[in-house]
T-cell receptor, first 120, second 112 residues
Framework: DTAVSQTPKYLVTQMGNDKSIKCEQNLGHDTMYWYKQDSKKFLKIMFSYNNKELIINETVPNRFSPKSPDKAHLNLHINSLELGDSAVYFC???????????????????FGAGTRLSVL | AQSVAQPEDQVNVAEGNPLTVKCTYSVSGNPYLFWYVQYPNRGLQFLLKYITGDNLVKGSYGFEAEFNKSQTSFHLKKPSALVSDSALYFCAVRAYTGKLIFGQGTTLQVKP
């Protein structure tokens, strides 16, 4: 069983469309994340949720809206897609958020295989 | 602000030789450092982390990393490289918000 699974794996769409990427983790983790990897392989966090609550919201355009219906799911909806949105989007999860004190094994983030989004 | 730098875009090593992938960091306070590996068309896999204690940290697949506070470095090492080690390697630091801040990534190419 895949621990962190994302669908779809590939997404090709036209500029201006609205699309969603789904993420599910079966690890029982409390915290989930979305990262964006650009064409130069640079990885940057977009959002994190802890127990369905938004914790981190980097300076991401409000066209991007994460939704967490429950702890095991964190979906990413993107409105009015632009060419610059083309990237690989990774979902990740960790057992706890653990902001206080040093991170232990519970803070290790586990990543999905990624969704390659191409906006034409 | 916290940041991580990986000065080499690519490292080339012959199979059986030792390898080093470099990482330097800039943080205020105690650094919590990680190495992840990304195989082609796959997500990132956790390799190892430094929190406190011994400066030499051992991780998965025979990798280890050396924490050097005076040089603010956390280089990834392996005594004998395998062709299957060829992948993209990321160094990361954990920010106070819990998020990971990644370096630019270093492609490791191990040739037979």
């Amino acid at each position: 069983d895949t621990a962190v699974s994302q669908t779809p794996k590939y997404l090709v769409t036209q500029m201006g469309n609205d699309k969603s990427i789904k993420c599910e983790q079966n690890l029982g983790h409390d915290t989930m994340y979305w990262y964006k990897q650009d064409s130069k392989k640079f990885l940057k966090i977009m959002f994190s949720y802890n127990n369905k609550e938004l914790i981190i919201n980097e300076t991401v355009p409000n066209r991007f809206s994460p939704k967490s219906p429950d702890k095991a799911h964190l979906n990413l909806h993107i409105n009015s897609l632009e060419l610059g949105d083309s990237a690989v989007y990774f979902c990740a999860s960790s057992q706890v958020l653990g902001l206080a004190g040093p991170p232990g094994a519970k803070n290790i983030q586990y990543f999905g295989a990624g969704t390659r989004l191409s906006v034409l | 602000a916290q940041s991580v730098a990986q000065p080499e875009d690519q490292v080339n090593v012959a199979e059986g030789n030792p390898l080093t992938v470099k990482c330097t960091y800039s943080v205020s306070g105690n650094p919590y450092l990680f190495w992840y590996v990304q195989y082609p068309n796959r997500g990132l896999q956790f390799l190892l982390k430094y929190i406190t204690g011994d400066n030499l940290v051992k991780g998965s697949y025979g990798f280890e990393a050396e924490f050097n506070k005076s040089q603010t470095s956390f280089h990834l090492k392996k005594p004998s490289a395998l062709v299957s080690d060829s992948a993209l390697y990321f160094c990361a630091v954990r920010a106070y918000t819990g998020k990971l801040i990644f370096g630019q990534g270093t492609t490791l190419q191990v040739k037979p």
